[in-house]
């Protein structure tokens, strides 16, 4: 079966610019979330979606949204970035939101924003 | 408020040798998870294995087991048998019942010599 996937794999934008994020989920999974790794920490949560409907959301700014589409795909999309945004962005799935279901994740999207 | 504490920045270890990980937690729920990953330097986070706060026995998974003490809030991970591709950044993470993100430590380097 194929894992969690993530597009793209790298990406350069300048401050100010707009990012879209893209993220599949393993198939028969329905909650997608976001995290922001940057370099020499773990991973910070920024969203939760769960049937279409946003589970939750991290300590993170309104330049931050996220949607989930009917076949649990999501986007993670950010504004007006900054030099800080740069980081992994990792994508997890699991088959429900409980928080004894495993996350597994996909291979991240790495950003540079410079 | 959740925290995961890895305190050990890295670690060596010769190949073949057993290794433990350290992590310790800080939570007031009586219900949560307690999952470890691993991300090579590719990025993607691997899952390794999961421990349920009302499990009565310690997880294991293959060569890995993961040494629960609730009392000290205490969750090892133990690797057996170390393989060179055991070289990776490895994180402690936890889940709160009800909640929906998970909570990370910040890694530690593990580095196996052949």
């Known amino acids: 079966d194929a894992g969690v996937t993530q597009s793209p794999t790298h990406l350069i934008k300048t401050r100010g610019q707009h990012v879209t994020l893209r993220c599949s989920p393993i198939s028969g999974h329905k909650s997608v979330s976001w995290y922001q790794q940057v370099l020499g920490q773990g991973p910070q949560f920024i969203f939760q979606y769960y049937e279409k409907e946003e589970r939750g959301r991290g300590n993170f700014p309104d330049r931050f949204s996220a949607r989930q589409f009917p076949n649990y795909s999501s986007e993670l999309n950010v504004n007006a970035l900054l030099l800080g945004d740069s980081a992994l962005y990792l994508c997890a799935s699991s088959r429900t939101g409980f928080s004894t279901d495993t996350q597994y994740f996909g291979p991240g999207t790495r950003l540079t924003v410079l | 408020a959740q925290k995961i504490t890895q305190t050990q920045p890295g670690m060596f270890v010769q190949e073949k040798e057993a290794v433990t990980l350290d992590c310790t937690y800080d939570t007031s729920d009586p219900s949560y998870g307690l999952f470890w990953y691993k991300q090579p330097s590719s990025g993607e986070m691997i899952f390794l294995i999961y421990?349920?706060?009302?499990?009565?026995q310690n997880a294991t998974e293959g060569r890995y087991s993961l040494n629960f003490q609730k009392a000290r809030k205490s969750a090892n991970l133990v690797i057996s048998a170390s393989q060179l591709g055991d070289s990776a950044m490895y994180f402690c993470?936890?889940?709160?019942?009800?909640?929906?993100?998970?909570?990370f430590g910040k890694g530690m380097k593990l580095t196996v010599n052949p």
């Open positions: 993470a936890m889940r709160e019942g009800g909640s929906e993100k998970l909570v």
């Open positions: 421990q349920g706060s009302y499990d009565q």
